[in-house]
């Protein structure tokens, strides 16, 4: 893992690269680097990385947390100038305040993003900021000017990322080998796109809604942590060098958008201390920190904290606190989603299974498109021993929208236990796709393929998907990733 966030940082480096100032003009914007790197080149790239990630990293995994930055990310890259990008948005699971891009559409934030973030704006300048990279194809045009970064040199810091997972040493040899002759040109050469990154990014800002002033403000409080921390920088500043000039240069660049009345959303809020029951080692420590700001007369948001105490409490397995505490929510917001998923959660966590289904089953009728709530209504009802029932909900979600992971997961179980493994089958293989194993899930759709209840629509769903699959794998070879 120590391995992993140096690759990641590493990623940061040449994706991201050095948050500095400099005069020199901004590139244009053309797509001249279309020539030396395709898009389709780089997505095939930002599916290498996501690949290492979803394997080996840490990655929040939790449908609320996911929604909510993914919501974020998707109001910021609808309103780029080049919103045909398939963004892939996630948080690794990591206090240290750091985020990067990809190629392909590949943005990752760590929580500590986010619980550092005094306002929604801040976080979605860190944002904004890295989408600007992709939608700019400032990766592209760094191969294009720096022929030491080949096509191939980027396959094989793919590789140094497998092989440091299995030999730490001999993935960061492999790592400085692949990146150390060409490393100062490409930071020299990618100081003008940070400044483009800017500039770009708290457009986005104020086309999506956020407040512009977010981005500076967000440098601020970096310096101010690292002034407290007795100098050690956080590691987003390690790999985005800050300036007095450039906070000044970004404020400046702020001003020159009207003010408005900015608020933080209540989601921003929850999210924050979800992530912050999270971040402690042991549920106790957060129930702690949560009755301490309930407490205090100075603490402005109680609603948050006490949504992080119930959280903390049901995690500490102190059910009738938690009750309590989330009856006093649910009084005041009896249709707050998050409130009522934290309802379904604590029957879960006492096993009262059937009560948690009918909780989702209530809430469902209300948001009845909300991820997070189907797929905590359907893990419900697997645990109820009522497959049917999640089978046919997962089924009627899947019709109209773009089904994940976590879905295929989960519908793969339900088909299994209504006795359908040819189903079954086919939802684990796009399962294994969307992790990045197109070999596994052709595998998994051959031995579909051998079960004998299938009909023939079936068969020719599975010949087709083969047909796709396999023409993805053979691509994959041919592009060495």
Do not use: C
């Amino acid at each position: 893992m120590k391995f992993l966030s140096t690759i990641l940082v590493a990623l940061g480096l040449i994706f991201s690269t050095a948050w500095a100032v400099t005069t020199h003009d901004l590139p244009d914007i053309g797509d001249s680097a279309g020539s030396v790197v395709s898009p389709e080149y780089e997505l095939r790239l930002g599916q290498a990385v996501m690949r290492q990630v979803r394997q080996y990293a840490n990655m929040i995994q939790d449908p609320e947390v996911e929604s909510y930055i993914l919501s974020i990310g998707y109001q910021l890259a609808a309103n780029s100038d080049n919103n045909q990008i398939p963004f892939i948005f996630f948080i690794m699971n990591d206090p240290v305040i750091n985020a990067f891009a990809a190629p392909g559409g590949v943005v990752g934030v760590n929580s500590g993003v986010i619980l550092n973030s005094e306002t929604e704006s801040e976080l979605a300048g860190v944002m904004a900021h890295e989408i600007a990279h992709v939608t700019q194809r400032h990766m592209a045009r760094t191969f294009e000017k720096a022929s030491q970064f080949s096509l191939p040199m980027m396959a094989a810091m793919i590789g140094a990322i497998a092989l440091g997972i299995a030999n730490p040493e001999a993935g960061q040899a492999a790592l400085a080998i692949t990146m150390g002759a060409s490393a100062q040109y490409q930071i020299n050469f990618t100081r003008a796109n940070e400044e483009e990154a800017d500039r770009v990014g708290m457009q986005l800002l104020a086309r999506s809604g956020f407040d512009p002033r977010g981005m500076p403000a967000f440098f601020e409080h970096l310096q101010q942590i690292t002034r407290y921390s007795g100098g050690n920088a956080p590691e987003f500043l390690r790999s985005h060098p800050l300036t007095e000039s450039r906070i000044a240069d970004s404020m400046a660049r702020a001003n020159q958008y009207p003010p408005g009345k900015y608020q933080s959303s209540i989601s921003f809020k929850l999210i924050r201390a979800k992530l912050l029951v999270m971040a402690q080692d042991r549920p106790n420590e957060a129930v702690k920190l949560f009755e301490q700001q309930l407490s205090s007369d100075d603490y402005p948001d109680k609603t948050s904290a006490r949504y992080g105490y119930v959280l903390a409490l049901t995690a500490a397995e102190n059910f009738l606190k938690a009750r309590e505490q989330l009856h006093i929510l649910l009084n005041d917001e009896p249709e707050n989603i998050a409130y009522l998923l934290a309802a379904a959660r604590l029957e879960s966590a006492q096993r009262n299974f059937p009560a948690a289904a009918g909780i989702y089953r209530e809430a469902h009728r209300l948001y009845p498109d909300y991820r997070p709530l189907v797929l905590g209504y359907a893990r419900a009802l697997l645990d109820a021993r009522e497959s049917l029932v999640a089978r046919d909900l997962l089924r009627r979600y899947g019709q109209d929208h773009d089904p994940d992971l976590a879905y295929y997961d989960l519908l793969s179980q339900a088909e299994a236990e209504t006795g359908s493994p040819a189903e079954s089958g086919i939802a684990k293989a796009e399962y294994y796709y969307l992790s990045g194993d197109t070999k596994l899930a052709i595998d998994r759709l051959k031995f579909a393929q051998l079960q004998t209840e299938l009909n023939y629509y079936q068969q020719e769903r599975i010949s087709a998907r083969l047909a796709q699959l396999e023409y993805e794998l053979e691509l994959e070879k041919e592009l060495q990733l």
